[in-house]
């Protein structure tokens, strides 16, 4: 209870809306998780041609109405965090403000209404209530294990987009039009679907030649596909292996003795 | 053999039809693994158009016959056992009941006998009679691992459901219905279709915006389905660890020791 | 030099024929590679069509000439080994017959000569000219790391094809003929063809409800790919954990000491 | 500073156009950086048959200016490096000289300009500029891993080729010319197409058989991936390892204490 939460109407708000210790905002945090649900739904659902056509109105009306129940929010939740600014410009402050503005440019601009989902977003606000802190802190040691692997994997995409430019452009000479390689960057485009395994087949090489530099690429792509995965596990391995030797001494409040130390590596103190 | 088992009738049928100690028991398992295993390829080959209707009587008069057989052997195992409200309602008693009730529908519903593959799970309680407990024992320990992986695999798999329906909802706006991208659901299906590597090419990225994106979310796929055979493979390591246990000297304390050792390899201790 | 070798000739021709430490021998081995390699391309240019037709005679000429040579080989390696009976039923025995049979087979039946291409294996012999027995020491680290996670990837593959059988049949259920799943088995095929991401495209769900469980298939393939690589990650960790620790004790001559051990923890011997 | 660098003009050249120490010598390369890209981008652009016949001369002229450039700073490095000879035959100096000379080839053979892309290599060099020492290191990591790993991913590969030649030819004689496996070559072609899990579809089984066939392949295609990604774990694993020097306690023999402890964990000692 800082001392700013003196209007105490303004700080009952900011416990129901920002917190999930009470049952009134728990039953808020319910109800807003379904809305987000029910609106990325009508969302997908509007985009199908003979549902928008025959339900218009009702597809309009519905949307409005989560715009405005959204928009209602987003002014709640300004008015009544003590930190206005900290909030707006945060990733959850932004997601909130995109998660509105896009049914009011579709007054301007017809189409913009398909963004609005990045409401779903807003879901990633929602792992709070069923309070899965056991699947932050997994979320957790993946994304530390992601980012101490960032270098290794930057350096790996950088020499397979080098890789694709010039295999692109090779096959671009080789195969030419005729194959539906019509351009280098339609070609980088191909090499990217192939060396990726996705395969879609939309462009295929038809001669000889291509099929063979086709063939290597693959061939290839197999073996580098093995670069990502070896230095993820190793990250997510070493990881596990620090998590595993945690213990802290009590003494000098050095961390990462084993389980079973008898006494501290730094300090010497007995266990 | 619990006091329950008084018919001696009953209790040897038991020992037939859920155990497969006896001679017996063991012809009768061998007997059942031939009749599921005939049964599910006559479902599949009734499926086969040219066939079905050349062999029509045929096809009818073998599947009522498995059915009546599997339907006598449901019963028996219900009278059987000591406990039949366990074995109905155990995943086993499920399936053999789910195994039979397609072809009774089927006189009302056309086309539900096809359902009746079901009957291949039956071969699971199979592995009983081969002795197969090196392959449970294998079992067990993947389906360890991938139960302790479980947090963090869907963890993964929430994050990458939220960027498929961002990403599908983009290539919807920027594709349009000329590529395919008839709707948003129909680009989620596609960005499943592209981020795991399938790639069917039935929808194909066709203007120069979409495959830039499209060739983003490939090399996305690429490095990111490194992240559950990381998980996986960290699991399975540490159980592969903890089943070497790894004895201790206990004069010098140095690890290492095969389970069968009589000297410390370091100082020579006997254990 | 076995007492059977008394046939100076005999055994002189067996030196060049099965060994490559002599001059001779190693020309043989040679020779004998490029010969192989040259059939093997002849095979496979002889079905591309235009080719076939131009030089039809060329091909049959070449093709008989190879089939000769290689038979006069066939019948010089029987010959001249001291035990015929053992190299004709060993694993290069057969391969050398297959070799030549198809040849004669195509008098009788046509199209068979395309197995010629089984002369590929006999490449495998080659490995001993170069004394490539570092590859040959990889090669058994590779076997032996996959043999010994045979049993788990035999359960993975088992569960795999349960799968697969229930979801062919139910997409079958679901799509029907007009999206090309004309049968059970094809449904399976295409189960097949998309959980190991391959997706050919030349059957693909059109449904709404089929484009979902194929999505879900789609998920759980990417997600299982993860389980034949953290079986093998961890057998290949293990048997390069394990040759890093092979001192065998000279006096009892148990193996699995670590480098730097100063005891048998077997017997108890100083190192 | 060598002896031989006497000529200050061309020690400064030198300077300049090899070190990024000056800020002559940054600006330089920085100036390079963005001309590389730009010309590149030309070279992409200029594929594009629309674009291209709408501004030839502007392209030609951009083209004609880039290599204008390049051949005037190629000359320089020349003159400049002490060592004229060892800088032609390197690596960057056949990068360099490459990316130059398919212009002027392009007088007499059209189409050749399209090989220009060999310029992105040249921005390997680039990595100096930004003193990226640390994804170079990381860089060094994963080759040496890759170095480490390369005997056995040879075995591997040498296995699957064999494989794939041999797939191939039956799928020929299976599936013949009707769906589309027109010759020997095409069906390897195909068979690494279905290995490997890309998947075009511009080639697909028809035949029950060839179907069946296809299916084995690509579970056998699923689990060999696990081969390669095996390999590279374990060697990242090792290096990751070695970094990581775990000290011993000399008193009691325990591992596993951090760089910079002073007593033992186990048993107190102090180091």
């Keep these: 209870m800082t ?8 700080h009952k708000l ?17 109800v807003l998780l379904l809305l987000i649900l029910l609106s990325v739904l ?18 309009r009306s519905v949307e409005w109405s989560f715009t405005i129940i959204f928009t209602i929010e987003y002014l709640l939740r300004i008015y009544s965090t003590p930190k206005p600014k900290r909030y707006i410009f945060s990733f959850f402050g932004i997601v909130d403000f995109l998660s509105i503005i896009p049914t009011y440019l ?36 993946l994304s530390k294990a992601l980012k101490a692997s960032m270098n290794k994997i930057m350096v790996f995409i950088g020499v397979v987009l080098l890789v694709v430019v010039i295999v692109g452009s ?20 191909w090499t990217i679907v192939t060396l990726t ?36 596990s190793v990250e997510l391995a070493r990881s596990d292996r620090e998590t595993a030797a945690t213990r802290v001494c009590p003494n000098c409040h050095v961390e990462g003795h084993p389980a079973d130390a008898n006494f501290c590596f730094n300090c010497g103190h007995m266990f």
């Design 14 to 30: 900011y416990t129901i809306i920002f917190e999930a210790e009470t049952t009134a905002g728990k039953v808020f945090d319910v």
């Design 106 to 141: 579709s007054l301007i601009l017809v189409g913009s209404q398909y963004l609005l989902v990045i409401r779903v977003l807003r879901l990633l606000r929602i792992a709070r209530i069923f309070k899965l802190t056991r699947f932050i802190d997994e979320g957790q040691v």
């Design 42 to 59: 009508v969302v997908c659902l509007e985009s199908i041609k003979e549902l928008a056509i025959a339900y218009l109105p009702f597809f």
């Design 3 to 10: 001392p700013k939460a003196k209007n105490s109407f303004r």
């Design 170 to 189: 090779l096959m671009y000479v080789i195969e030419g039009e005729a194959s539906g390689f019509t351009s280098i960057p339609k070609s980088i485009y």
């Design 197 to 232: 395994t996705v395969g879609y087949g939309d462009i295929a090489p038809a001669t000889p030649l291509g099929q063979m530099l086709a063939s290597c690429i693959m061939i290839m792509g197999y073996g580098i596909i093995a670069v990502p995965t070896g230095i993820v």
